[in-house]
C-alpha cells in the first residue's frame, strides 16, 4: 500500500489548495463599542458561478479510526467550501490540485484546535475525516441548480502515516 506523510496545516503549505482559516496573523479590529474583536476577511469564498449562491450548513463528523486508508476523493468545480469547527476538535485534511486528478500529488495535513479550512474551486479533497470524537462544522459553500461534486474512486489506496511526535499514531 502507499503512503502518504502528514504534515501540519499552515497557511504557506496549504495555499494551493485555498485558505487556512485561523485566529492567528488575520487582520482584525475592535467593534461594537470595543466588546467584539472582529477577525475580518479570513477566507476567499467563491460560489456565484453560473448563477451559485452561498450555503450555510452544519455538518456533524463521526471519529475516523486511525489508521485511515484514503480511496475517494471530490471537488466541487463550481465553488469553494469552507469547513470552519465549531469548537477544538483535531482533523485530517487530504488534498490535490485542481484539475485532473494526480495521485503523486496528493498532500496530508493535521489541524491544530480552532483551524478551518476554504478549499479553492476545483480543489480534489477527502471527505472530512475528525479524530478522537463527534465534531460539528459550519461549512459554506455552493448552492444552484448544477451539480457540484465530482467523485473519484482512487485505484489504489494510500495509507496515512504520522510522525510518532504527534501523538495521533493508533496505539
Not at 486511525?66 to 469548537?87: C, K, N, W, Y
Not at 490535490?96 to 479550512?117: I, K, N, S, Y
Request: hydrophobic share 45%; glycine share 8%; with cysteine.
Amino acid at each position: 500500500m502507499k503512503t502518504l506523510q502528514m504534515e501540519r496545516l499552515t497557511r504557506a503549505a496549504f495555499a494551493p489548495f485555498g485558505d487556512v482559516i485561523e485566529l492567528d496573523g488575520a487582520r482584525h479590529f475592535s467593534i461594537n463599542g470595543g466588546t467584539t474583536e472582529r477577525y475580518h476577511d479570513l477566507a476567499r469564498v467563491d460560489v456565484t458561478e453560473q448563477g451559485g449562491r452561498p450555503l450555510v450548513n452544519l455538518f456533524r463528523a463521526q471519529p475516523r479510526a486511525l489508521p485511515v486508508d484514503v480511496t475517494l476523493m471530490e471537488r466541487h468545480p463550481l465553488g469553494s467550501q469552507a469547513f470552519i469547527p465549531l469548537r477544538a476538535c483535531r482533523y485530517l485534511v487530504v488534498v490535490a490540485p485542481a484539475g485532473e486528478f494526480d495521485p503523486a500529488r496528493l498532500r496530508a495535513f493535521w489541524t491544530d484546535a480552532w483551524q478551518g479550512v476554504n478549499y479553492a474551486k476545483g480543489v480534489w479533497h477527502h471527505p472530512l475525516l475528525a479524530l478522537d470524537e463527534v465534531s460539528d462544522f459550519v461549512v459554506v459553500d455552493r448552492g444552484g441548480e448544477q451539480p457540484n461534486c465530482d467523485e473519484l474512486q482512487l485505484a489504489e489506496p494510500w495509507r496515512l502515516t504520522f510522525e510518532t511526535n504527534l501523538e495521533l499514531v493508533a496505539e
